[in-house]
C-alpha cells in the first residue's frame, strides 16, 4: 500500500492482490483468510458473551419481578422500536451486498453498499436517539434519576379506584393495555424507589400491597427495568457507533481501491460484526418493546 | 544463520534481517516499542510483570509486618490507619490477581514458547498482540492513578454495596481492570487461533506439547469468561457514576447478583492462572526425568476438563452469602470434580518421574516443589469445597492459606521453575546453577513457613483481612512473617542472579536441557524468524533416544538412532 498509484493497483490480479496483503508469518492468503475469520468469530462471540451478563440481569429481575417489566415497558414505544429494526434490518442486507460487491471486485456497487449501511447505522442512531430524547424529558431514567412527570403525553386519565372496588380488573387491564394512564392514587409513595404516575396493574402481580394500592400504585422499583433498558440499548448503540466508524474505514479503503476478489476479509469480517450488532438488537427489541 | 527471506516469499512486507537474534535485530527503543515480534512482546510482558509482582510482594511484605505484633505494628489506633491497611491487601490482591497471575504467564511465557513450540513463525494476530500488551500496560497506569488519587478499599472483589458506598476511587480501578481484561481476551483469542491455524507441518493435535495444550484450555477460559466480567466492572462503574441500581439493594437491585457475575469469571479465572503452571510442570518433569510424559492424553484431556468444570463450581464463593441450600449442594459437588483432572495430572506427573534418569537442576526442583506445593493447596480446596467445613472456614485465614498455597506455590513457583527453564532459550545466558537451586531451596521453606500456620489460626477462627488479631495468634502470626521475610530473600537473591547471568552469564547452547520439543531446536536466542527452516514433524512431542550430551557444547545433540548405539544416550 506504500505506492498508491491507483492506475496500477487496479490492473492488478487476483493473486497479486492477495500477495500484497499476504503478513510475513503465513504460508498463503487462505491460511490468513482462516485464521482473521476464525479470530472474527471468538471475538463475535466474547461480544454476545458482554452482551449476555445484562440478559441475564434482564432474566433475574424479570423472573423476580414480572410486574415491572409489565408496567414499565408501556412507556416504550414499539413503533419507534420497530422502525429501528426495520433500519437495521435493511441495513444488514446492504451490508451483505456490500461484501458481495467486494468479492466480484465491484467497486462502485461496494461504495453504494457500504454508503447505505453507514445511512441505516446513522438511521437507527437518530431514531433510537430521538427516543432517549423523549424519555429524558419525560424523567423515565435509571435508578436514582427515575423522576417520570405525573402525565405523560397522549395518555388519558381514568379513574381507577371506582373500578377497582367493582372488581373490574378485566376493563381494567384492557384500559391499561389501550395506553391508557389512571389517576394517582392518594396511597403514599412507596418506601422503596421513587413514586411515579400510576398506572393499571394486576393485583396478583403486586402481593405485598393491598389490592386497592396494587391498582391505584405502580409496582415498586420500576427503575429498575429503565436501568437495564438504558445499559442494553446504550451498550448496543456504543457498538453500531464503532460499526460506523468501522464502515466508514471501509469505505476509504474501498474508494482507495484496496478490496477485490483476491482481498476482501477486512469487509467480510466487519460485515460479521455488522451482523452480530443486527442479532443483537433483534433479541433486545421484543424483550424491551413487546413485553405485554 | 541461513537466510530467511526466500521462504517467506517476494511479498513480505518486512524484509527480516538476517544473523544475529531476535534482541538485537532491530536497533532502538522504536524496535522495541513497536515490534510485532511475539518474542519482544513476552519479554516486555515480562519486565512488565516482575515490576508489578515487584510492587505486589512489596504491599505483601507491609502486611505481613503489619501482622507481626496483635495491634498491628504499622497500622494502628485509629480509622484512618486501618483504611490504609484495607488499602494494602487490597492493593496487593488487586495487583497479583489482575497484573501478574492472569496475564503474565500467558503473556510472558505462553507469547514467546507457544509458537516456538508447534513450529510457527509468529501468533497468527502480532498486530492485536501488541494492542494486547499495550492495554495491559495502560490498564495498569491506570489502577496506579487510581492508586495516587485515592487507593481502593474494598478488597480485591469489589463486592456491592461497600464498593458503591466507598470514597476511594473505585471507578479508576474498574476500567483499568477492564482493559486489562480486554487485554487478556485478545491473547486468548490469539492463542487460540495460532494453534488452530499455524501449527507447522504434521504438527497434529496430539503431536503438540503439553504447554501448548494448557495454554489452549487456559485461553478458551480466557475468550469465554473475561467478556463477563468486563459487564460486571461495567455495570458496577454505571452503579457509581450514574446510579443505575442493578447492585444497589437500595434501589431495587440485587448484591448478590454481582457476586454470582464477578465468581463467575474470577472462579474460571483461577484456572486461566494454574493452567499455564501445569502446562510448564508438565514440560519441565518430563525433560527432567529423561522420559516421555506417561499418560500424555489424560494430561491434555485433563487440562481441557479442569477448563469445562471450572466454569460450573463459581457458586462455591457464596455458600453462606444467601445461595439456596439446593445450589449450595449442586456447587459443592461440582467442585469436587475439578479434583478428579488435577489428581490425574499428579499421578501422571509421578508417574513420568517413575524409573526415570532424574536430574535435580534448578527447574526440577522448582516443578517438585510445585507438586508438594499444589497438592496441599488442592487438597485444601476439597475441605473448603465441601459444605459442612466451609460455612466454619468461610472468610478466615484458612481460605488465604489455601489461595497463597495454590497461587504462590502453584502459579508462581512453576512460572518461575518456567523462567529458569526456559531462561537460556529467551536471553542465550545460562545462570549460575548452584544459586538457582539454593533459591528455590528457601523459597520452598519461605512459603511453607509462611502460609502453612496460616491453616492453623484460620480453622481457629482468625478471620482475614483484619489489621488486628488476639494475642493467642501471635506465635504463628510471627512464624508467618519470617516465611514472608526468607521469600523476599530469596527473590532478592535471584534477581541478583539473574541479572549477573545476562551481564557474565556463560553463553547457552541452543538445546541446554535436551529437551525434544521444537522451542529447543533453534539457535539460543532464536531468530526473529523463529526458524531457519520449517520444521515437518513426524512423532510426538517428547523422545530422548535420540539425543547425546555434548561436552563442549555445553548441551545436547541429536544423534541418528542407531540401534546398537542406543545404549549410550543419556535416555534409553
Known amino acids: 500500500m506504500s505506492e498508491n498509484a491507483g492506475a496500477t493497483l487496479t490492473l492488478s490480479s487476483p493473486e497479486e492482490m492477495a500477495g500484497r496483503h499476504l503478513a510475513h508469518h503465513f504460508d498463503t492468503p487462505q491460511q490468513q483468510f482462516d485464521s482473521g475469520k476464525l479470530g472474527m468469530w471468538l471475538f463475535l462471540g466474547t461480544e454476545f458473551l458482554l452482551f449476555s451478563g445484562l440478559f441475564c440481569a434482564y432474566a433475574v429481575y424479570r423472573m423476580l419481578h414480572p410486574e415491572i417489566f409489565l408496567y414499565a415497558s408501556r412507556y416504550l414505544d414499539p413503533v419507534s422500536g420497530a422502525l429501528c429494526t426495520l433500519v437495521l434490518v435493511t441495513s444488514g442486507f446492504t451490508m451483505a451486498w456490500a461484501i458481495r460487491c467486494a468479492q466480484l471486485g465491484k467497486r462502485t456497487g461496494l461504495i453504494i453498499a457500504l454508503l447505505l449501511t453507514i445511512a441505516g447505522g446513522f438511521g437507527f442512531l437518530a431514531i433510537h436517539g430521538y427516543e432517549y430524547f423523549e424519555e429524558y424529558q419525560q424523567h423515565l431514567m435509571w435508578g436514582t434519576n427515575y423522576h417520570p412527570a405525573v402525565t405523560a403525553p397522549q395518555q388519558q386519565v381514568v379513574v381507577a379506584k371506582a373500578m377497582a372496588t367493582a372488581g373490574n380488573w378485566h376493563q381494567l387491564d384492557q384500559l391499561g393495555k389501550q395506553g391508557y394512564l389512571v389517576a394517582h392514587s392518594n396511597i403514599a409513595p412507596a418506601a422503596i424507589g421513587p413514586a411515579g404516575p400510576a398506572l393499571v396493574q394486576r393485583p396478583a402481580a403486586s402481593v405485598t400491597a393491598a389490592p386497592v394500592a396494587a391498582v391505584a400504585d405502580q409496582p415498586h422499583n420500576v427503575q429498575i427495568f429503565f436501568g437495564i433498558y438504558f445499559l442494553m440499548t446504550g451498550l448496543h448503540s456504543i457498538h453500531v457507533i464503532v460499526g460506523i466508524i468501522l464502515l466508514t474505514y471501509l469505505l476509504v479503503r474501498a474508494i482507495r481501491k484496496d478490496f477485490g476478489p483476491g482481498y476482501y476479509a477486512p469487509v467480510d469480517f466487519i460485515g460479521l460484526y455488522w451482523g452480530v450488532v443486527d442479532m443483537i438488537w433483534m433479541f433486545l427489541f421484543p424483550l424491551l418493546y413487546l413485553i405485554r | 544463520m541461513t537466510t530467511t527471506t526466500a521462504e517467506i516469499g517476494e511479498h513480505a512486507r518486512e524484509e527480516i534481517p538476517v544473523g544475529g537474534n531476535y534482541l538485537n535485530q532491530g536497533k532502538g527503543i522504536k524496535s522495541w516499542l513497536f515490534t510485532l515480534d511475539h518474542k519482544r512482546i513476552g519479554l516486555m510482558y515480562l519486565i512488565s510483570g516482575l515490576t508489578m509482582f515487584f510492587i505486589g510482594g512489596m504491599l505483601a511484605i507491609v502486611i505481613r509486618t503489619q501482622l507481626l505484633v496483635p495491634n498491628g505494628l504499622i497500622f494502628h489506633g485509629s480509622y484512618e490507619a486501618y483504611k490504609h491497611y484495607n488499602q494494602v491487601f487490597t492493593l496487593h490482591g488487586i495487583i497479583m490477581v489482575f497484573m501478574v497471575l492472569v496475564p503474565i504467564p500467558p503473556g510472558a511465557l505462553g507469547n ?389 547471568s545476562l551481564v557474565r552469564g556463560k553463553k547457552a547452547p541452543a538445546n541446554p536441557w535436551g529437551a525434544s520439543t521444537l522451542d529447543w531446536s533453534m539457535a539460543s536466542p532464536p531468530t526473529t524468524g523463529n526458524f531457519d527452516e520449517m520444521p515437518v514433524v513426524t512423532r510426538g512431542p517428547y523422545h530422548y533416544d535420540d539425543m547425546e550430551y555434548d561436552g563442549r557444547l555445553g548441551g545436547f545433540v541429536h544423534v541418528e538412532p542407531v540401534p546398537a548405539l542406543a545404549g549410550a544416550g543419556v535416555g534409553h
Open chain 2, 112 to 500: 514467546f514458547v507457544l509458537p516456538l513450540m508447534i513450529g510457527a513463525k509468529d501468533v497468527a494476530f502480532p498486530r492485536l498482540n501488541l494492542l494486547s500488551y499495550y492495554l495491559y500496560v495502560t490498564g495498569a497506569i491506570m489502577a496506579v492513578v487510581s492508586t495516587l488519587l485515592g487507593a481502593v478499599d474494598t478488597g480485591w472483589t469489589f463486592y456491592t454495596p461497600f464498593s458503591i458506598q466507598t470514597e476511594t476511587y473505585v471507578v479508576w480501578m474498574l476500567l483499568g481492570i477492564f482493559l486489562l481484561g480486554f487485554s487478556s481476551i485478545l491473547t486468548g483469542l490469539n492463542f487460540i487461533v495460532t494453534i488452530h491455524k499455524l501449527r507447522a507441518p504434521g504438527m497434529k493435535w496430539f503431536r503438540m506439547p503439553v504447554f501448548v495444550w494448557a495454554s489452549y484450555a487456559t485461553s478458551i477460559i480466557q475468550v469465554a469468561a473475561t467478556p463477563v466480567l468486563g459487564v460486571t466492572l461495567l455495570l458496577l462503574v454505571a452503579e457509581r457514576v450514574m446510579g443505575v441500581g442493578i447492585f444497589n439493594s437500595a434501589l431495587g437491585g440485587d448484591p448478590v447478583l454481582f457476586q454470582d457475575f464477578f465468581w463467575f469469571y474470577s472462579h474460571p479465572a483461577v484456572y486461566i492462572m494454574i493452567l499455564p503452571a501445569m502446562g510448564i510442570v508438565g514440560e519441565i518433569i518430563t525433560v527432567f526425568s529423561r522420559k516421555p510424559i506417561f499418560g500424555y492424553k489424560f494430561i491434555v484431556m485433563s487440562s481441557l476438563a479442569i477448563a469445562l468444570i471450572g466454569f460450573v463450581v463459581w457458586g462455591h464463593h457464596l455458600f453462606v452469602n444467601g445461595q439456596s441450600a439446593e445450589w449450595d449442594a449442586i456447587f459443592s459437588f461440582m467442585t469436587f470434580f475439578v479434583a478428579v483432572p488435577s489428581a490425574v495430572k499428579v499421578f501422571n506427573w509421578l508417574a513420568t518421574m517413575y524409573k526415570g534418569a532424574i536430574s535435580l537442576s534448578t527447574p526440577m526442583l522448582y516443578a517438585l516443589s510445585f507438586i508438594v506445593l499444589f497438592t496441599i493447596g488442592g487438597f485444601t480446596g476439597v475441605i473448603l469445597g465441601a459444605l459442612a467445613t466451609n460455612v466454619v472456614l468461610h472468610d478466615t485465614y484458612f481460605v488465604v492459606a489455601h489461595f497463597h498455597y495454590v497461587m504462590m506455590g502453584g502459579t508462581i513457583i512453576a512460572f518461575i521453575g518456567g523462567l529458569h527453564y526456559w531462561w537460556p532459550k529467551i536471553f542465550g545466558k545460562m545462570y549460575n546453577e548452584t544459586l538457582g537451586r539454593i533459591t528455590c531451596v528457601m523459597l520452598f521453606i519461605g512459603i511453607n513457613l509462611t502460609f502453612f500456620p496460616q491453616f492453623i489460626v484460620g480453622a481457629e477462627g482468625m478471620p482475614r483481612r483484619y489489621a488486628t488479631y488476639l494475642p493467642q495468634y501471635q506465635p504463628y502470626m510471627i512464624a508467618s512473617t519470617v516465611g514472608a521475610y526468607i521469600q523476599l530473600a530469596a527473590f532478592l537473591l535471584m534477581a541478583g542472579y539473574l541479572v549477573h
